[in-house]
């Protein structure tokens, strides 16, 4: 098949764009490099039928040739990235989303939607399961991202319901691996860095929030997984295993072998205080379940990070 991928040079994005390319299919790549990075798709530029393009989704593309499956994965995605991108942010969910749904439609292309685990807020429910609603801030900081994948969701349905576009949405939950941005200010590079670097990890609040880690190449095979079952409804793809930010502090430095402890800062305004994917619905419909443990996906995510301290980039 060819396969757009919007956000190819972004973390997760690229990672599907490897695994796609794997599996036999052309791939063109978009990204403007706002949040992303061409090293991510360093190992596959030279590859024959991978193809890397620069521009910003949320504008007219011009992009020749016929696509027969569309992954909408462009998106600024950590809460700094919000704060210091909220227009990109918004646009990307909402002039970025309508754009690559134009395209599907005139395709005939299949089309996947990277949503969010931050379309359901600070959870009433817990584990969330896909019929929960969510308990979202329409004017707080992060809603820039939340309500744009919002909209997203809405108008990926109404593409389904009234033009007849193959859609699927996928609600991603938080992801690590390597290739994350050591300064994107999600908790992972946050501490793997501060950790290598021999400092004190930085823990907000009390550190009893909790959050449920997925490997990267897990939540890809979900991803791919979704978008070739027949499930038109909003699928959870995420590892439900629980823990809080505290704990997770505790095994990165543990890991590391970092002594320099945890220090406590203020919590960011609308953290999630818990998050568990409810994956019942992946199971039934396409089989998947994460496969990486915890510890195998920290100790390759903490070679990430020493590989870019090596190099002077951490
Ligand atoms: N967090 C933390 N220290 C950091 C960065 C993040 O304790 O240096 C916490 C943050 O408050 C949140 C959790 O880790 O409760 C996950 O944050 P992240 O930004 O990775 O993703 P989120 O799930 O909030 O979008």
């Not at 910003?56 to 569309?70: A, E, H, K």
């Amino acid at each position: 098949m060819r396969i757009l991928v919007s956000g190819g040079a972004g973390f997760v994005p690229s990672h599907l764009c490897d695994q796609l390319l794997g599996q036999g299919h052309e791939v063109v790549a978009v990204d403007n490099f706002i949040t992303g990075h061409r090293r991510n798709l360093a190992t596959l530029s030279p590859q024959p039928g991978f193809q890397l393009v620069e521009a910003n989704v949320s504008l007219p593309l011009d992009l020749p040739g016929r696509f027969d499956r569309v992954y909408h994965m462009a998106s600024p995605a950590s809460p700094i990235d919000y704060v210091e991108l909220p227009f990109d942010t918004l646009y990307a969910g909402s002039d970025g989303t309508r754009n690559l749904l134009e395209r599907a439609r005139n395709d005939g292309a299949r089309f996947l939607l990277a949503s969010t685990s931050e379309v359901y807020g600070d959870p009433a429910v817990h584990p969330q399961t896909e019929d929960y609603w969510g308990n979202v801030n329409p004017v707080g900081v992060r809603s820039v991202y939340d309500e744009a994948k919002r909209y997203a969701e809405a108008l990926t349905m109404a593409y389904r319901r009234y033009h007849g576009v193959q859609t699927r949405i996928v609600r991603i939950f938080n992801t690590f691996g390597p290739r994350m941005r050591p300064n994107d200010g999600r908790v992972m590079p946050a501490f793997c860095s501060q950790a290598l670097r021999g400092e004190a990890l930085t823990v907000f609040g009390d550190g009893q929030q909790t959050r449920s880690l997925c490997y990267v190449t897990d939540l890809v095979a979900g991803i791919v997984g979704l978008m070739e079952s027949d499930l038109g409804e909003p699928c959870n793809v995420g590892n439900p295993h629980e823990m809080t930010m505290l704990q997770l502090a505790q095994h990165i430095n543990r890991f590391t072998g970092n002594t320099a402890g945890i220090v406590f800062r203020p919590l960011p305004q609308d953290d999630p205080t818990r998050r568990r994917p409810d994956i019942s619905r992946a199971r039934a419909a396409f089989g998947w379940e994460p496969k990486v443990g915890f510890e195998e996906g920290v100790a390759a995510t903490v070679a990430h990070f020493r590989t870019l301290m090596e190099r002077g980039e951490l």
